[in-house]
């Protein structure tokens, strides 16, 4: 122990004589070796201590302490509830003037937002749709621009064999 913390011991423990027993030995061993700690020990209980030792202890009225008290207990925070019970207390302390606006309120609000939801569904299939036919148009472009060349081959060599063989049928 260093004196740093033997006097930060005597100002927190030692002036009160409430010093914990995990400290009591080191700060005991560390006041044996130690004049300068002896000393600020001494000064610690002139300065602080003595000066109160013969004052005499004033009797307080109990409704003060009672007013302490329920002021204490007025700022305390309530003990853990799971969220669904606290969400419960916390429902029944809100008044609400008319109920039936309320229900109303969280009814259109449902609605509201299943419409809303819809319509987003519904664009993105619109948008999918279109993505599909516009691949249908050029799949539909490239096809006829084979058909084109096709027919443009076919009225060569192949055109005179289909006449000759539908002309023997």
């Not at 009160?16 to 080191?26: C, E």
Request: net charge negative; with cysteine; hydrophobic share 45%.
């Amino acid at each position: 122990m260093n004196c740093k913390q033997a006097r930060d011991l005597i100002l927190t423990y030692d002036a009160d004589d409430v010093m914990p027993s995990r400290f009591k030995k080191d700060f005991e061993n560390h006041l044996f070796y130690c004049s300068s700690c002896q000393e600020y020990k001494v000064l610690v209980k002139r300065q602080s201590i003595d000066p109160f030792k013969d004052l005499s202890r004033e009797q307080v009225p109990s409704e003060i302490w009672q007013n302490i008290n329920a002021e204490i207990l007025k700022s305390q925070k309530p003990v853990f509830q799971p969220s669904f019970i606290g969400f419960l207390e916390k429902l029944k302390r809100i008044s609400f003037p008319q109920p039936r606006l309320v229900f109303a309120s969280a009814i259109s609000f449902v609605l509201i937002m299943l419409f809303a939801a819809r319509i987003f569904v519904m664009d993105q299939r619109y948008e999918l749709a279109q993505k599909d036919s516009q691949e249908q148009i050029e799949y539909s472009a490239y096809l006829l621009d084979d058909a084109e060349m096709s027919t443009e081959i076919s009225e060569g060599y192949g055109a005179a064999l289909e006449v000759f063989l539908l002309a023997a049928l």
